[in-house]
T-cell receptor
Framework: EAGVAQSPRYKIIEKRQSVAFWCNPI?????LYWYQQILGQGPKLLIQ????????DSQLPKDRFSAERLKGVDSTLKIQPAKLEDSAVYLC?????????????FGPGTRLTVL | GDSVTQMEGPVTLSEEAFLTINCTYT??????LFWYVQYPGEGLQLLLK?????DKGSNKGFEATYRKETTSFHLEKGSVQVSDSAVYFC????????????FGQGTRLTINP
């Protein structure tokens, strides 16, 4: 079975520019997650979708970050405008159900460098 | 809020040594507990999990037991191999509400031959 796909794998931008990341979850997985992983830290959840509805976005900096999951499948995460502190790896994950009892499958991540 | 604290790294061991990576948690509910592993150049993947007190998760020779009384989920392996070199993350998920994963900061493990 195909895993979680993400693109691009790497992105370098200057501060104040915008950037978008794309994620295609495992087929049939209703729950999709976006995480931010800063170097040397564990992943931090930014937003969680159940189908195409938002379950949790409490740690998403909504003044600059936005995410959508159209038709309950693919998802995009956007940053506009980017700041230096946004440099991180952005991970997408999916699971069949909610995380409490269901394994999350992670994509390879997008490494963002903001100069 | 919920949180996970892991043993600070990096940890360096010789092949066939015994491994323990400590993990403790704080949660208001009754969480599920996980260990995820990130091998060099690869994505995060689930290593093992436990969903209730006294459960033991195991995989690839690794074990961890859910200890509610000490709020711990320490990872152990009796004899490590060079191929175990990776970053290990302890995580929890509440089983109510959004059930989101909360990760520890990760422990980098290097095994020398």
């Amino acid at each position: 079975e195909a895993g979680v796909a993400q693109s691009p794998r790497y992105k370098i931008i200057e501060k104040r520019q915008s950037v978008a990341f794309w994620c295609n979850p495992i087929s049939g997985h209703a729950t999709l997650y976006w995480y931010q992983q800063i170097l040397g830290q564990g992943p931090k959840l930014l937003i969680q979708f159940q189908n195409n509805g938002v379950v949790d976005d409490s740690q998403l900096p909504k003044d600059r970050f936005s995410a959508e999951r159209l038709k309950g499948v693919d998802s995009t995460l956007k940053i506009q405008p980017a700041k230096l502190e946004d440099s991180a790896v952005y991970l997408c994950a999916s699971s069949y159900g909610l995380a409490g009892l269901n394994e999350q499958f992670f994509g390879p991540g997008t490494r963002l460098t903001v100069l | 809020g919920d949180s996970v604290t892991q043993m600070e790294g990096p940890v360096t061991l010789s092949e066939e040594a015994f491994l323990t990576i400590n993990c403790t948690y704080t949660a208001t509910g009754y969480p599920s507990l996980f260990w995820y592993v990130q091998y060099p150049g690869e994505g995060l993947q689930l290593l093992l999990k436990a969903t209730k007190a006294d459960d033991k998760g195991s995989n690839k020779g690794f074990e961890a037991t859910y200890r509610k009384e000490t709020t711990s989920f320490h990872l152990e392996k009796g004899s490590v191999q060079v191929s175990d070199s990776a970053v290990y993350f302890c995580a929890l998920s509440d089983r109510q509400g959004a059930q989101k994963l909360v990760f520890g900061q990760g422990t980098r493990l290097t095994i020398n031959p």
